[in-house]
């Protein structure tokens, strides 16, 4: 990463902030940190992004025809057909399900003691959540005492956007009901709860029937989908706002808006900290796999005219406002996108693991003895 990339990023994040760069380095020196040791965790940061990029990302090869038989399917499954790795709503419909998970980490280079923990942990997490105690609170409060636990709500996927490991485990599994057993992955073990499933968001009367022709056409049909036109405020994360303190300022937003002493349009011009900003926080008419999961399950929760709670993504802190719903032709180009995205996200782990291995079985290990002068790096 060369000094002008970084000068460069730097600069945008002041521009995104409303700051100057004079501004900027004040708000770092606030948190106890110095200007160059900010630059030097961004310079790791891009580093690692790029070569997590190159060394992971590059592996994931995602054919033509695997779109076109990603979008096959699943439009078969809109039809009726149903997908090879799915479970009917009751009514017979394709359904998407909101899953959430305790992951206990115990990857194989973890020894036989340590994977004994691990597993006895997700057991015992497994039984506090089958019993009258809150998921979410027991996956926080496991997280809090214990930073390798990480609790995660996966949002609304289709089944084959699932792992298989996942699916296979909560596939009878009703609303609001935890898996019988631990799941085991290569990474370690997963309590999963089932928070809910819905029929898919596209009518099964609006895509036609897949025909032996449609089966064999690298030219799949159009379909109709639900779009949403919503808005929001976003809090970048950011040296200098703790996720306590996003949330807090989001909320007072949001008791704003709902008290109607504030236009949750001119919070979005004054406060956000994304480039929808200047129009009132309005991202435009979305469809599904448009939002990241985190944003777009918050935001399928919502009435018209509603305001969320404040929700957490990749992006930083964000309240939702929905404007409206409408049903709209998704064309092919659309669905290619969705579908490359879909296939993409369901091979990274894999590739991601593979990755991990690689290092692990080429990684040396040298023991310095601080005693012996000889043994120390040169």
Do not use: C
Not at 175 to 180: E, F, I, L
Not at 205 to 234: C, F, G, M, W, Y
Not at 271 to 282: L, P, Q
């Amino acid at each position: 990463v060369t000094n002008k990339e970084l000068d460069k990023i730097i600069a945008d994040i002041a521009d995104k902030n409303k700051l100057t760069l004079a501004e900027l380095k004040v708000k770092i020196a606030a948190t106890g940190s110095s200007y160059e040791r900010y630059r030097q965790m961004l310079r790791d940061d891009v580093i690692l992004s790029r070569y997590r990029e190159r060394e992971v990302e590059g592996k994931i090869k995602i054919s033509d025809a695997e779109i076109d038989n990603f979008i096959i399917e699943r439009n078969r499954a809109v039809a009726g057909g149903g997908l090879s790795r799915s479970a009917p709503a009751a009514n017979g419909e394709p359904e998407e399900i909101d899953v959430a998970q305790i992951f206990i980490p115990a990857d194989a280079s973890a020894g036989a003691g340590a994977q004994a923990q691990a597993k006895k942990k997700a057991e015992v997490l497994l039984r506090e959540a089958r019993g009258d105690v809150d998921f979410l609170q027991l996956g926080a409060m496991a997280a809090k005492d214990n930073p390798k636990i990480k609790f995660q709500e996966l949002g609304y996927r289709t089944p084959d956007r699932l792992p298989q490991l996942f699916y296979e485990a909560i596939r009878n599994t009703g609303s609001g009901q935890v898996a019988n057993a631990v799941v085991k992955s290569p990474a370690g073990y997963h309590v999963l709860k089932v928070l809910d499933r819905r029929a898919l968001a596209v009518g099964a009367a609006q895509v036609p029937q897949a025909t032996p022709q449609d089966e064999t056409s690298s030219v799949p049909k159009n379909i109709k989908v639900t779009q949403t036109l919503s808005r929001h405020i976003l809090l970048r994360s950011r040296a200098g706002l703790s996720d306590q303190d996003a949330e807090r300022r989001l909320a007072g937003y949001r008791d704003q808006v709902r008290a109607k002493t504030a236009d949750f349009g001119d919070l979005a011009k004054k406060y956000s900290e994304d480039g929808s900003a200047a129009n009132g926080g309005n991202l435009g008419w979305m469809g599904p796999g448009d939002l990241v999961p985190e944003f777009d399950q918050a935001m399928n929760r919502l009435q018209i005219g509603e305001v969320s709670n404040p929700v957490k993504t990749e992006f930083g802190w964000h309240l939702i406002q929905v404007l409206e719903r409408r049903e709209a032709e998704l064309t092919v180009e659309k669905q290619r996108q969705f579908a490359r995205a879909a296939i993409r996200e369901r091979k990274f782990e894999q590739a991601y693991q593979d990755w991990l291995r690689e290092i692990r079985d080429t990684a040396t290990v040298k023991i310095i003895n601080a005693d012996d002068p000889a043994s120390s790096p040169r």
